[in-house]
């Protein structure tokens, strides 16, 4: 795609100016993100290394999880590597991959999160969940929702970088966001971003709406269940699952679609940051609160690494 007025580089927003705030953000930033990967990462070597986890719906929490991952490590290393070094540049094709990929893992995240289509079979179609939740059923749904994420991404990054931008470099974010980029333009025409990224919103809460439908018959399933101890497990299966939809939603919707006369820089990055940078860190410790199997799947690889570092091995 050509360069916008042959801009070669942005200026992202600094998340302090005095140097000592600037490596206290470094330093809580690393630890959200050492968080991030840490818990993401067991989650992942859990899930593949336990036999008993190779279900229908850990195969979507592995996913969801190399998502978390992807969307973090899209945005805040170079956001710690501008703190750390007391710079702002980032390379027009470095804003160009922020601007495709975060919204390609974000949206292919909220997709695989609507579909609670395993959670539905599991309680409410019980005898028939090894027969329409085989391996090649599940594989074609995350390929549709990682496909669906590539799509939605490459229609952002074309149409936002095709716009003329003249308004300077500076973008009022600690990551390429195009809410800010499309401040930069100097035409009218991104008003069709700004359209587009309207229609992105009111998706997001369709998705939701959705969801929340969903989970109507689900829980309409579970409270018919005679079994005290069988609503107990079926509601343990889709509370992590309801509570990470709403943090990426809420955060989500309140980022992209608030009035302009409440923005400002410091709103905006306090807003990214809680649908940017929280919710990959956070989730991991949701998944697993109410999940004795993943619990216990991941106690057994940190044992497993423990000895390990201890043998010199």
């Known amino acids: 795609m050509p360069k916008s007025s042959s801009i070669i580089e942005f200026l992202l927003l600094a998340f302090a100016d005095m140097r000592k ?5 470094f330093a809580l930033f690393l630890a959200i993100y050492l968080a991030a990967l840490l818990g993401n990462g067991l ?3 859990a899930v593949a290394c336990d ?3 190779h279900t229908p719906m850990y ?3 592995l996913n969801l999880a190399l998502l978390d991952l992807g969307c973090i490590s899209t945005t805040l290393p170079k956001a710690m590597a501008n703190s750390l070094w007391d710079t702002r540049p980032i390379s027009y094709a470095g804003c160009a991959a922020q601007v495709f990929f975060f919204p390609s893992l974000m949206s292919a995240d909220l997709f695989l999160l609507t579909m609670a289509y395993d959670r539905y079979v599991a309680i409410c179609k019980p005898l028939h969940y090894g027969t ?3 391996s090649r059923a599940c594989a074609q749904m995350a390929a549709a929702a990682w496909g669906s994420g590539v799509l939605y991404a490459l229609l952002h990054t074309a149409n936002t970088f095709s716009l003329p931008l003249c308004q300077g470099n500076a973008i009022d974010q600690f990551f390429c966001e195009i809410p800010q980029i499309l401040k930069l333009s100097c ?3 991104y008003l069709r971003e700004v359209g587009l990224l309207t229609f992105s919103g ?3 809460l369709g998705c939701f709406v959705f969801i929340v439908l969903s989970y109507a018959q689900i829980f309409r399933a579970v409270l018919r269940m005679p079994s005290e101890q069988g609503r107990h497990k079926a509601f343990s299966m889709c509370l992590p699952h309801l509570v990470v939809v709403s943090l990426l939603v809420s955060t989500g919707v309140s980022a992209y679609l608030k009035p302009p006369t409440v923005s400002s820089p410091s709103l905006d990055m306090i807003m990214a940051v809680l649908y940017a940078v ?3 860190a956070v989730n991991p410790l949701i998944y697993s609160m109410r999940n004795q199997e993943l619990k216990n799947a991941i106690r057994k690889v940190m044992s497993w690494m423990f000895i390990r570092i201890c043998s010199g091995n």
Do not use: A, E, K
């Not at 705030?21 to 953000?25: A, G, I, P, T, V």
């Open 43 to 45: 989650i992942l070597t």
């Open 278 to 280: 929280m919710p990959p």
């Open 59 to 61: 195969f979507f929490l």
């Open 132 to 134: 329409l939740l085989g």
């Open 51 to 53: 036999h008993r986890l």
């Open 21 to 25: 705030l600037q490596l206290l953000h």
């Open 202 to 204: 009111f998706l997001v």
């Open 187 to 189: 035409s009218d025409s």
